[in-house]
């Protein structure tokens, strides 16, 4: 695989329901590449997690995926409020989910650090009023 | 133990997936939380929760989860049911509470098992 592989989402930040498929879709492709299950696994949850996040938090975004030769980036952009202080939000248990999303069976302040666990690297790049951009790194060779 | 065998234990109606039955299945787990289910969750095949959304199947999907048992009679809704099929995913529906459905799987052999990545 010389050429790298890119997939593009628009996530749309009205629709609860429809969340996790831009997440969904690259699970499947990852599947129809051949790839180990665990990486899948490591891709498809950290993704979900960011997907989750940009719509009960950011009000939605976009989502690029690239499988490299040695690598996978996920890239999650949105143009939501932004995360004032990150050290506080990769805390496990931190949330600012409404009693709404909770309901639904999210907000116990884990997806960050979820996403962090389950990715070799991430890293989030956010400025308060403008949005937030989260790419996550997870390598294809030990 | 088989998908079967949790529907006959829990005396479950199959709400989709019948093909499937014969899979076995090693772990379970009972969350309504899929935050906890994303976060603590590892290898479990079987998720049994009370809570009835699209992102329960996709928590599910995204786990590698085989099946789904939603307790107290709780109905996937047509839209959810699409999306399981979509990843042959089996659903289940229990009249049993959460208690009682995950403490007879437990003493049936049907063990938890979650720990940290
Ligand atoms: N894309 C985002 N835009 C704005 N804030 C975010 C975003 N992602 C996360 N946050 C903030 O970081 C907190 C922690 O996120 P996370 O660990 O995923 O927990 P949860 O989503 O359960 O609240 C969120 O409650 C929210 O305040
Ligand atoms: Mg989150």
Redesign the pocket.
């Given at each position: 695989m010389n050429e790298s592989l890119t997939f593009h989402f628009d996530v749309d930040g009205t629709d609860f329901t429809s969340a996790g498929q831009a997440s969904a879709n690259v699970k499947r492709s990852l599947r129809q590449l051949g790839l180990a299950p665990d990486i899948i696994r490591q891709v498809s949850i950290a993704m979900y997690?960011g997907e989750i996040?940009?719509v009960?938090?950011?009000g939605g975004g976009e989502a690029d995926v690239t499988v490299f030769e040695d690598k996978i980036e996920i890239v999650l952009k949105?143009h939501?409020?932004?995360?004032k202080d990150i050290d506080l939000?990769m805390q496990e248990g931190?949330?600012?989910?409404t009693d709404t999303v909770r309901s639904l069976g999210?907000?116990?302040?884990?997806?960050?650090?979820n996403m962090k666990r389950y990715t070799d690297e991430m890293h989030i790049e956010t400025e308060v009023g403008k949005g937030?951009t989260i790419k996550m790194y997870v390598n294809l060779t030990d | 133990m088989t998908i079967g065998t949790i529907k006959e234990i829990l005396e479950a109606e199959v709400v989709c997936g019948e093909e499937s039955l014969d899979n076995e299945v090693f772990s379970a787990c009972g969350s309504d939380m899929m935050?906890d289910v994303l976060a603590y969750v590892k290898n479990q095949a079987v998720l049994l929760t009370g809570l009835v959304n699209s992102q329960v199947v996709r928590t599910a999907e995204m786990m590698d989860m085989v099946c789904i048992v939603f307790v107290r009679s709780k109905k996937p809704t047509p839209e959810m049911i699409e999306l399981a099929k979509d990843s042959s995913l089996v659903i289940l529906t229990t009249p049993m509470r959460m208690y009682e459905a995950c403490g007879k799987l437990y003493e049936n052999g049907l063990r938890g098992e979650s720990r940290h990545v």
């Open positions: 997690e996040n940009m009960i938090h950011a949105d939501g409020p932004g995360i939000a931190y949330s600012t989910a999210f907000g116990a302040g884990m997806g960050l650090p937030t | 935050s």
